[in-house]
C-alpha cells in the first residue's frame, strides 16, 4: 500500500490558533474525539495502512486525547451518525477518510488551527488534502512516497539472525536520514 508524507512549509498557510470542537461541513459533522469512542474509532482504523497503523498506536498509548499525540483527534459523522473518517491534526496531519467531502472537511478543519509540519495519508487522499490546505500554487517542501509491506506471518527467528540490534550512540540500525537530521543536515539532499 503506498502512502505519501509531505513535509510543510507552515509559514505561508494562514491559521488561527483556536481549538474546533464541533462543527458542520456539507452534510458531515466533525467533532473532537472524546474518551469512550476508542473502540469505534479503531475500528474504522482496523485497515492496515501506515497512516491507520501510526494513529492507532497513539491511541492505543496515549487514549484519544493526550499531549504526547501532539494534536488533536477528530472525528467525522454522516447523517446517520456512521463514523466517516478519523484525523489527528496538531504537529502532523495523519488521517483516515471513506469519502472526498470527510477529506474536504478536515482540510478545511486543519487550516483553522495551529501550523503542521507534516501531512500524511494515502497518496490520492492527500493530493486531494493539500489542494483544499495549501495557498494556491504552493508546494509542499518535500515529498515522500513511503511503501508500507504487511506481513501477514510473523518472522522466523532463523530470518531475523543476521540483523544487529538498534546502537543510538553509533546510530546503528537507524536509517541514513535519521542520523543525518540529527546532525542538523538532510544526508538525502
Not at 452534510?27 to 497512516?51: H, K, N, R, W, Y
Not at 472525528?75 to 484525523?87: F, I
Request: glycine share 8%.
Amino acid at each position: 500500500m503506498a502512502s505519501v508524507a509531505f513535509k510543510l512549509d507552515s509559514s505561508s498557510i494562514p491559521h488561527t490558533d483556536n481549538v474546533v470542537s464541533s462543527w458542520l461541513h456539507g452534510s458531515l459533522e466533525f467533532t473532537l474525539a472524546a474518551p469512550g469512542m476508542e473502540e469505534e474509532v479503531l475500528s474504522a482504523l482496523a485497515i492496515p495502512t501506515l497512516t491507520n497503523v501510526i494513529m492507532a498506536g497513539f491511541i492505543r498509548d496515549n487514549g484519544l486525547i493526550g499531549s504526547q499525540n501532539r494534536g488533536r483527534f477528530y472525528v467525522c459523522r454522516n447523517e446517520q451518525h456512521k463514523l466517516e473518517g478519523v484525523a489527528l491534526i496538531g504537529h502532523s496531519i495523519l488521517f483516515h477518510a471513506f469519502n472526498d467531502e470527510a477529506i474536504d472537511g478536515f482540510a478545511s478543519l486543519a487550516r483553522r488551527g495551529a501550523s503542521s509540519h507534516l501531512l500524511m495519508g494515502e497518496h490520492a487522499k492527500v493530493q486531494r488534502f493539500w489542494s483544499l490546505y495549501a495557498d494556491q500554487a504552493q508546494e509542499p517542501r518535500h515529498v515522500c512516497p513511503v511503501l508500507f509491506l504487511r506481513r501477514d506471518e510473523q518472522f522466523d527467528v532463523d530470518e531475523l539472525a543476521g540483523l544487529r540490534p538498534h546502537d543510538r550512540d553509533l546510530g546503528i540500525g537507524k536509517p541514513l536520514w535519521c542520523s543525518g537530521i540529527r546532525r542538523g543536515r538532510d544526508d538525502l539532499n
